[in-house]
């Protein structure tokens, strides 16, 4: 696709979605009548795939009973490293190599206490100020599990304006006191893809260890972790790899590691053909599968396997081109369309820098989702005064793009943003 859009009309949209390969993939997914939704980086809209295997994993329990673990398509006792090799072509990496399993949270404290090393003076954690709250949660508590205080020894790398963080910077920091870097592939605010094969070289020059939190990369922009070398990762499965609200996340774990004690050991960190001897001894499972520790959750898995039977039929690549395409397309329209109206753009400019939506900064950003929402159109807020829209490239369409800038233009030209409060809502 050519990212050059000479005329940004209507009729320009429509005919870009008369030749979007992903146009007819809108038809697989659960979409409103009326409805704009641009939120997919919050929460992916669900797929009639997704539903049906739902429907499956319920007759299959409905079917076999207690023998639906080893029974049928989709055994439940080997489900999440079913999942885990078709997830894997998304990250670049080996199928042993990803599990999926657990939630997000959980899984940074299981890849935490599992590679966070301290000895000596190396005993400090690298992460950012800009950085998912959750993330920051999870490193201070494993901090102070250690006997460590987290003032001292989470250190987070600054933002020079506030958006974006300078690798530059965190090079700076990787110092001999450091045991281990836990940084985002992609910053939730602005949308900033980092440079993650540089920051691993650099890290593992300095003989530290590196893992990265995915969410807001997952199943729009390609990786090859396991070609970089990354150590680790984690991510969710319900932004843009549509899994569903509380769906099961994922975790990476690179094979130079196979064989590590997890931090957090359980029952299904066990070898497999080991777990029901009911050993009191743990044979770790030699592959991503021993950052396991509990019962996967089957039915919550079993969304995930729709998605990623269309993420397998079109590609990751694919996927990331008319990603590229269409938020480009949407930036166009902004600066043709809101300029001189307050708004500015966060993320970065470059393709190799912008992950998968747009950071739409205005000073009545909260008024303004307000009236986006009461339009029919879903965005989603993030302080102080951000409007993240999100293009996903198998539901949204190009012509969607340009009726959501025109809603954006009417609603501040006309001030429909000045009958709402200030407030962001509970769940923004």
Not at 89 to 95: E, H, M, Q, T
Not at 317 to 346: A, C, P, W
């Amino acid at each position: 696709m050519s990212k050059e859009i000479s005329l940004l009309t209507r009729e320009n949209a429509q005919q870009q979605d008369l030749q979007d390969e992903f146009y007819p993939y809108r038809e697989e997914f659960y979409l409103q009548p009326g409805v704009i939704y641009l939120d997919g980086n919050s929460l992916g809209l669900m797929s009639k795939r997704a539903e049906l295997k739902v429907a499956e994993l319920m007759e299959s329990w409905k079917t076999y009973g207690i023998e639906g673990w080893t029974k049928g398509e989709y055994a439940w006792f080997f489900l999440s490293e079913k999942l885990g090799e078709m997830c894997a072509p998304l990250v670049g990496a080996l199928s042993e190599e990803v599990i999926v399993s657990g939630s997000t949270t959980s899984n940074i404290h299981q890849l935490i206490s599992t590679f966070y090393k301290p000895k000596g003076n190396r005993t400090k954690i690298v992460a950012d100020e800009l950085t998912f709250p959750s993330d920051i949660y999870a490193l201070q508590s494993q901090l102070k599990l250690r006997g460590y205080d987290p003032a001292e020894h989470l250190i987070q790398v600054k933002s020079r304006d506030g958006k974006v963080i300078l690798e530059e910077d965190i090079i700076a920091a990787m110092t001999e006191e450091v045991a281990l870097i836990f940084l985002p592939t992609v910053l939730y605010r602005s949308g900033q893809l980092l440079d993650i094969q540089r920051l691993t070289a650099e890290a593992h020059a300095r003989g530290i260890c590196i893992g990265f939190d995915a969410c807001h990369s997952i199943g729009a922009i390609p990786h090859t972790f396991s070609d970089w070398g990354v150590d680790f990762a984690v991510w969710c499965n319900y932004k843009y790899l549509n899994g569903g609200p509380g769906s099961v996340a994922g975790m990476y774990m690179n094979k130079k590691h196979f064989g590590i004690q997890p931090g957090l050991a359980g029952w299904y960190s066990s070898k497999k053909d080991k777990q029901f001897d009911m050993e009191h001894t743990l044979h770790v499972e030699e592959s991503a599968g021993a950052l396991q520790s509990g019962t996967p959750h089957v039915l919550s898995l079993a969304p995930i396997i729709g998605s990623l039977e269309i993420f397998a039929e079109v590609g990751i690549e694919k996927v990331r081109q008319k990603s590229l395409h269409i938020t480009q397309y949407m930036t166009d329209l902004i600066n043709q369309e809101l300029s001189g109206l307050g708004f500015t753009i966060g993320n970065p400019s470059e393709d190799a820098r912008r992950g998968g939506h747009i950071s739409l900064e205005h000073d009545e950003a909260v008024r303004i989702c307000k009236s986006l929402v009461e339009n029919r159109i879903i965005p989603d807020f993030r302080p102080p005064n951000i409007i993240r829209l999100s293009p996903i490239a198998f539901y949204t369409s190009y012509e969607e793009v340009w009726q959501t800038i025109q809603t954006i233009k009417t609603i501040v030209t006309e001030k429909h943003y000045e009958k709402f409060d200030n407030k962001r809502n509970v769940v923004s």
